[in-house]
């Protein structure tokens, strides 16, 4: 089984930019479409961005088109996501897993997630 870890999580100011880094161990994850998803206390957790294999297609909840991207380097094992102009309501923790495609559904485990934090 792959292990996940996220990271590059904070506390940023409205408006401001964070990359967050999921990085892959114990088998490669080129062969995988791969999510972002997050979570607040209270509520289910949502899908936030899915990538292909090779990177050259991308999917984005309504709430983050145009301000997120996801990304990936195969080559480090590793995905990606820039979020820019961060608004409140970006707060929660965020995780990366596997995901099925078509539907962008986790498939993998669970990683400790990072947590970002949009201050106004």
């Known amino acids: 089984q792959v292990q996940l870890a996220e990271s590059g999580g904070g506390l940023v100011q409205v408006g401001g930019s964070l990359r967050l880094s999921c990085l892959g161990s114990?088998?490669?994850?080129?062969?995988?479409?791969m999510g972002w998803f997050r979570q607040v206390p209270g509520k289910e957790r949502e899908f936030v961005a899915g990538?292909?294999?090779?990177?050259?297609?991308?999917s984005y909840t309504d709430s983050v088109q145009g301000r997120f991207t996801i990304s990936r380097d195969n080559a480090r094992n590793t995905v990606y996501l820039h979020m820019t102009n961060l608004k409140p309501e970006d707060t929660a923790v965020y995780y990366c897993?596997?995901?099925?495609?078509?539907?962008?559904?986790?498939?993998?485990?669970w990683g400790q997630g990072t947590q970002v934090t949009v201050s106004s």
């Open positions: 990538i292909s294999e090779g990177g050259d297609s991308e």
């Open positions: 897993n596997i995901v099925s495609y078509p539907g962008f559904r986790p498939t993998g485990i």
């Open positions: 114990g088998r490669t994850l080129q062969r995988n479409f």
